[in-house]
């Protein structure tokens, strides 16, 4: 079985190209931002924010937490075998990894479905307008790594060569970013306050 290498002198390297760490970075400072503002506002209606925490379902939150790590796993496998051109194993770890995604998205759709049964809207109050705009540009990030990745998939089913390394760990890189979102959103909403 051929290894595929990767040339590490050039400028695309780190996986992905240097464009897109920039897009990961300035996403995680404008989360990181939003996180900021959430805890600074908490202060001036500390009752509040925890009441609306406490309206949340934190098992919801963990349960994706786990979908999210999980298929962040399976990424990881699926690029390793990618480059070790087994291109068996990296589909199969590739749908795994999307399912995970999906099982991520499925949920949030049910907890946002309560939320809007119950009335808890973006604008209920500061603590539940910061949850949907936080949360739904998440799921917003989730869905378009998600496709990138059916992408990457249909490109592998139909035998093309134009899946490069760098392409797929791009596709990686990006997938990750919404994982290490997640893992910053669900302690500060869901168990903090």
Aim: charged content about 10%.
């Amino acid at each position: 079985m051929e290894t595929i290498t990767v040339n590490k002198n050039k400028l695309y390297y780190p996986p992905g190209g240097i464009l897109l760490w920039i897009i990961i970075f300035l996403e995680l400072f404008t989360f990181g931002m939003a996180l900021i503002a959430m805890v600074f506002y908490s202060k001036y209606e500390p009752e509040v924010f925890h009441n609306s925490r406490l309206l949340l379902n934190s098992t919801f939150g963990a349960v994706n937490t786990v979908f999210l790590l999980t298929s962040g796993f399976f990424m990881a496998i699926s690029v390793k075998s990618f480059k070790k051109n087994n291109i068996k194993k990296t589909t199969y770890f590739l749908r795994l990894t999307m399912f995970g995604g999906i099982l991520f998205l499925v949920l949030k759709s049910v907890e946002y479905y309560f939320k809007i049964e119950s009335g808890y809207t973006i604008g209920y109050n500061t603590f539940f307008s910061f949850y949907w705009m936080l949360t739904l540009f998440h799921v917003i990030h989730v869905i378009v790594g998600l496709v990138i990745l059916f992408n990457i998939y249909i490109g592998f089913k139909q035998q093309k060569s134009s899946n490069s390394v760098e392409d797929f760990e791009s596709s990686a890189a990006f997938w990750h970013m919404c994982d290490l979102i997640w893992l910053l959103l669900f302690p500060v909403v869901y168990l903090i306050f």
